[in-house]
């Protein structure tokens, strides 16, 4: 009997969390903002994908007789210092900088569910000091945090991968401990609970499925940061190293010429810009979207 109850408390949850679903993406498709930036940031991560086959030329393809050529038909966004076209180094880029901040993302969002899930659903003194060593933690700024972390690690792709996404595990940890407080004396958790379901089994099939809807929020403007950041960690020289064409290590070879020939750093700048806002902008659609403020 007791099963059955919480069976029914799971498959009414279950459709209410269809029924949200849908309202959700019904007001998503009249923010026209939240469109243009899905479709900017659908684009260029399908360039990305089909860079060997859109790039005018192999991105590390050697031409010094051609180096700082201004863009033209032949160049259309000009060569760089070693005669490479640039455009073809900016679509190859789309794979280093966004799988960058998507690895990051879940990295960071899968340690942070795990601790946060753990303080939100326990509460008491195992919230008390999981909360304090992420103020700690929160307390560094954020750029500083993953310069030490990329310094501590070494230079190169993987590590400024793993150096963002430890760097916003506590974050992620404090967005899910809140909304694991908010529902954690649901009905549904106390009927798993009397029937002696496993702890791991309620918060990971029955609490955290609900608690996921600001996770979402968070997750894309987390992708548009960890771009910034790997851009940031590759022009100090702690990220992706040359020759790869990585947006942040294009800006550091870029940035020696950048008086003679500004397009170098131009170009990479306002495709790092456009990246980071089109998240944002996706961010704060799926934000009003989620807002119960909003519904009708």
């Given at each position: 009997m007791e099963k059955s109850a919480v069976n029914g408390l799971e498959h009414n949850q279950t459709l209410k969390k269809e029924n949200q679903v849908i309202a959700v993406l019904k007001r998503m498709r009249r923010n026209k903002g939240a469109m243009v930036g899905l479709a900017v940031f659908l684009?260029?991560?399908?360039?990305?994908?089909?860079?060997?086959?859109?790039?005018?030329?192999?991105?590390d393809q050697i031409d010094m007789a051609s180096a700082f050529q201004s863009p033209s038909l032949k160049h259309l966004m000009g060569t760089d210092n070693m005669g490479r076209d640039v455009l073809s180094r900016i679509m190859y880029g789309v794979r280093y900088s966004v799988t960058i901040g998507v690895v990051a993302m879940i990295i960071s969002f899968l340690g942070g569910t795990l601790i946060g899930a753990v303080a939100g659903f326990y509460g008491g003194k195992t919230?008390?000091?999981i909360m304090r060593l992420c103020d700690i933690v929160q307390a560094i700024p954020s750029l500083i945090l993953n310069i030490a972390l990329a310094t501590v690690l070494g230079e190169g792709f993987v590590n400024c991968i793993i150096a963002l996404g430890i760097g916003g595990i506590a974050g992620a940890a404090r967005l899910v401990r809140s909304s694991m407080l908010s529902i954690?004396?649901?009905?549904?958790?106390?009927?798993?609970?009397?029937?002696?379901?496993?702890t791991p089994q309620i918060i990971g099939f029955q609490a955290l499925?609900?608690?996921?809807?600001?996770m979402i929020v968070q997750a894309t403007m987390s992708v548009a940061r960890n771009i910034l950041n790997a851009a940031s960690l590759s022009y100090l020289g702690l990220g992706v190293q040359p020759p790869n064409p990585e947006w942040?290590?294009?800006l550091t070879a870029g940035r020696d010429y950048i008086s003679k020939y500004p397009y170098l750093t131009i170009i990479p700048g306002?495709?790092?810009?456009i990246t980071a806002l089109s998240l944002n902008l996706l961010g704060d659609g799926l934000r009003d979207a989620m807002d119960p403020k909003l519904k009708k």
């Open positions: 684009f260029i991560v399908i360039v990305g994908i089909l860079a060997p086959w859109l790039a005018p030329y192999p991105y919230d008390q000091v954690r004396k649901m009905e549904y958790l106390d009927a798993a609970k009397v029937i002696n379901c496993p499925p609900n608690a996921i809807s600001p942040g290590a294009m306002l495709v790092i810009i």
